[in-house]
């Protein structure tokens, strides 16, 4: 079963941030949280990921808590093509280890 | 940007057939995987592979599915026969070794109906 609790649906209005939680409170030391969305039933994408520092990339910016417990995915101007599942991951830090999907977020963009 | 490719796209096979799903990994990736999902169900991983070998398989890849990597770029799964519960989008992922390019990068997939 997948480490991590994701809220099933959330809505976004385009061009505002979104924001959506994740909660691992049983990870481990060595465990990355990744994330990654998919529109339709296309392949999912990897958006970013991270140990324990905020990261930030061309598509989002990851927010870990300090004890590593949760994490939040910003998406910081939504738009209508960002409407996808997204999937929050924990992974150790095994090459090869392979990933536990939840049944994700559905993030609904609306114009 | 490098991506993975798979062939085909969609694939409709007979109950009982053999079906051979290709995927193009990243070119200096090292790592391979397949997962599968089902209509309106979760991404399941099925294998994942190493150096010409399986390092880590699930409980859905029994005798009947088998991987190969047979030249330098294709990564291959096989389904020697088919059933219909084998029915899914099929999809092969890549990762490399190294402290930033620890993701694994999806393919579109292959749909896979079996009748």
């Known amino acids: 079963d997948a480490k991590t609790t994701q809220p099933p649906s959330m809505d976004c209005a385009e061009g505002r941030a979104a924001n959506l939680p994740c909660n691992h409170s049983?990870?481990?030391?060595?465990?990355?949280v990744y994330w990654y969305r998919q529109i339709h039933s296309q392949g999912p994408q990897y958006i970013i990921h991270?140990?324990?520092n905020n990261e930030t990339n061309e598509m989002a910016s990851l927010i870990i808590t300090e004890d590593r417990k949760s994490s939040t995915l910003i998406l910081p101007h939504a738009t209508l093509r960002d409407t996808a599942v997204y999937y929050c991951?924990?992974?150790?830090?095994?090459?090869?280890?392979?990933?536990?999907f939840g049944p994700g977020t559905r993030l609904s963009v609306l114009p | 940007e490098p991506e993975v490719t798979q062939t085909p796209s969609h694939q409709v096979t007979q109950m009982g057939q053999e079906v051979i799903l290709r995927c193009v990994p990243i070119?200096?990736?090292?790592?391979f995987y397949w997962y599968r999902q089902i209509l309106g169900q979760k991404v399941e991983f099925l294998v994942s592979?190493?150096?010409?070998?399986?390092?880590?398989k699930s409980e859905i890849f029994d005798d009947q599915f088998s991987v190969e990597r047979p030249d330098g770029s294709n990564f291959t799964l096989k389904i020697r026969s088919t059933k219909l519960e084998d029915s899914a989008m099929y999809f092969c992922?890549?990762?490399?070794?190294?402290?930033?390019?620890?993701?694994?990068?999806f393919g579109p997939g292959t749909r896979l109906l079996v009748l």
């Open positions: 049983t990870i481990s030391g060595n465990e990355y």
């Open positions: 592979f190493y150096n010409n070998e399986i390092s880590e």
């Open positions: 992922a890549s990762s490399n070794i190294g402290l930033v390019v620890r993701a694994q990068y």
């Open positions: 070119s200096n990736h090292l790592y």
């Open positions: 991951i924990v992974s150790a830090d095994n090459y090869g280890q392979n990933f536990v």
């Open positions: 991270g140990l324990k």
